[in-house]
């Protein structure tokens, strides 16, 4: 008995690059193939139930996504490039004493 061969569908993303959907069984036997073109054409997304659950995208996608690539080094550089540099913040503490409790 062989496996059923289902068909991904393709579908336009904001970008107007093609996506490729993949039903869950059917990524799970075509892992590599997935992992592959989510590398070399982009975003693949991965169904349950015919409902999008997943995407696998590469890192460099990933990485630009949550803007990885742009954070500051160190903590140093990135307080250096805040916009409130050269704001005057009080930071003095009223002295609080607490409150008489009667025992």
């Not at 075509?30 to 890192?59: C, H, N, W, Y």
């Not at 990933?62 to 990885?68: A, C, D, I």
């Not at 080094?73 to 503490?93: M, Q, T």
């Amino acid at each position: 008995m062989g496996i059923a061969k289902t068909k991904s569908t393709r579908r336009r993303s904001p970008k107007t690059r093609s996506r490729t959907s993949w039903q869950l069984q059917t990524a799970k036997a075509r892992f590599s193939e997935i992992f592959r073109l989510a590398r070399s054409e982009g975003p693949q997304v991965i169904t349950r139930q015919g409902k999008d659950a997943v995407v696998m995208l590469s890192d460099d996608e990933y990485r630009q996504l949550v803007g990885k690539a742009h954070q500051p080094k160190s903590l140093v550089e990135f307080f250096r490039a805040s916009p409130l540099v050269g704001v005057e913040l009080d930071l003095e503490r009223v002295r609080d004493e607490g409150r008489d409790v009667a025992l």
